[in-house]
């Protein structure tokens, strides 16, 4: 805004007033625009812009930019009471701005802007100091200002394809956002026979179109793109937090049969599914900020391939977490964020309880708790849990989660006594299993009529 970079003759003519005052304004940022007095400037007020620099490879984004400067000069006259303005070409020869297509960018948005703001503007001066740039505005003018229908019907053949969006800016169609409607499929609509047609309308059945109608794929489709809990109406927390202790009161009062059969506390009561979708995302948030390598090195749970219908696999080897796993808040983060890419569609869990003990009974609440923390996407496409080698203890667990936990999600449990009959749903070369589950399946099993290969690990029927 000083005398260097400012419009040649502005200060000079304005008097020592004009520079003094641009000097406590703290400059200008390009695309922005900021107002002074006019001092000896038959004028009442001087508005103060900064054009972009131009270069090929930012071409879009200069032309933001230079339609920002129109803009805000034609703001800041609205905002100061002004009705009439006299504007030169804000874009200099030294910045290297192709002139015709500037052009295009100033009168595409004086005339937006006018679109919206036509009553409090009374005129729109465009200034120019070459004769080449009177000419491109005297051909560019009509085009988007017509005067008649003659230049109307002449501008709509010549007007470019691209006259920016409804403030003259530049449509980068790659940066918009695209809200697809849901999802849909065309159902044609039965026909009807003449006879099931009334009288008075045979006639217009006869003329019209054959219909179709659109309708909406069933809820489970649906499931997979939108999650029910994200849309629920949550209740207020301090009325959510008083009905979760009548609740908690209520379930500690009565017979608590878990706990007598000796599985522990079945824990709180059932959370709502925005309760249950917002837990889970504080949960998969403090996951992604952690460093839980160590969880990951001890091989409890982690990724397969697919099983023989195509669905992503899951691994859990109860040996490793029953020995080694100590931290559960951990562990629950570290499941939290390796289940979150499986969970978006039908998936497999496949553990192995081999050489396991469960010495220590699994505690109802904690397993209730990690289910509502995976959130109802787990349990709604989790298609089967696969279970090597159960001990009659683990069914026994297992039928207790069945009772007082979740009846759905663990009647999906397959049992499944040997290797070779896993594979019928898992293929082998999709697994990775660990050396001790071969050698328990030999010892469970007997190894007559297996052989097993030391460097594949596959097994085979003797021949």
């Known amino acids: 805004m000083d005398e260097v970079h400012s419009s040649q003759g502005l200060h000079a003519a304005a008097g020592p007033g004009l520079a003094e005052e641009c000097a406590t304004l703290g400059g200008c940022r390009t695309g922005m625009a900021k107002v002074t007095n006019a001092y000896d400037l038959p004028a009442r007020r001087v508005i103060h812009t900064v ?43 030294a910045k290297n701005y192709p002139r015709e297509p500037a052009a295009h960018v100033a009168i595409r948005t004086v005339r937006r802007l006018l679109e919206k703001q036509k009553d409090k503007i009374t005129a729109v001066v465009f200034c120019t100091s070459t004769s080449s740039d009177t000419e491109i505005y005297k051909r ?33 169609h790659e940066r918009k956002i695209r809200i697809k409607p849901l999802p849909k499929k065309v159902i044609p609509k039965p026909s009807q026979s003449p ?34 809990a994200f849309m629920s109406l949550m209740k207020d927390p301090d009325q959510r937090r008083q009905e979760q202790w009548e609740k908690t009161a209520q379930a500690q009062g009565g017979w608590n049969c878990a706990k007598m059969l000796g599985f522990g506390d079945i824990g709180g009561p059932p959370l709502s599914a925005a309760e249950e979708y917002s837990l889970h995302s504080r949960y998969l948030a403090k996951a992604n ?20 219908e195509g669905r992503p696999v899951m691994v859990v080897v109860g040996a490793h977490f029953l020995l080694r796993c100590l931290e559960l808040e951990r562990f629950i983060l570290y499941v939290v964020k390796e289940f979150e890419p499986l969970i978006q569609k039908p998936y497999t869990i496949v553990y192995f309880h081999s050489a396991a003990s469960l010495q220590v009974q699994p505690d109802l609440g904690w397993m209730r708790r990690l289910q509502q923390i995976l959130g109802r996407k787990h349990q709604r496409n989790l298609h089967t849990i696969y279970v090597l080698h159960p001990t009659f203890h683990l069914k026994t667990a297992i039928f207790a989660l069945q009772m007082f936990v979740d009846k759905v999600v663990w009647k999906k449990v397959v049992y499944v006594d040997r290797l070779l ?22 010892e469970v099993n007997g190894g007559k009529g297996l052989i097993v290969d030391p460097r594949t690990k596959y097994i085979y029927h003797r021949p």
């Not at 594979?423 to 999709?430: D, H, L, N, T």
């Open 289 to 308: 900020s952690l460093n839980l390598s160590e969880i990951a090195e001890m091989k409890i749970l982690y990724r397969g391939g697919v099983d023989s």
């Open 195 to 228: 006879a099931e047609v009334p009288a008075s309308d045979v006639g217009l059945v006869q003329r019209s179109v054959p219909v179709q109608i659109l309708e909406y794929r069933n809820s489970s489709y649906l499931d997979t793109y939108l999650d029910p």
């Open 140 to 172: 560019l003018l009509p085009l988007y200002l017509p005067r008649d229908k003659h230049e109307e019907a002449v501008a709509i053949s010549k007007l470019p394809a691209d006259v920016g969006d409804e403030n003259g800016e530049t449509i980068i």
């Open 51 to 93: 054009g972009p620099k131009y270069a090929v490879k930012y071409h879009s984004a200069a032309e933001n930019a230079l339609s920002h400067c129109y803009r805000s000069c034609l703001e800041l006259l609205i905002e100061n009471g002004l009705r009439s303005i006299a504007m030169g070409c804000i874009y200099t020869e």
């Open 421 to 442: 009959q896993l594979f019928k749903y898992v293929p082998r070369e999709q697994l990775t299993i660990p050396d001790f589950v071969f050698q328990h399946d030999i």
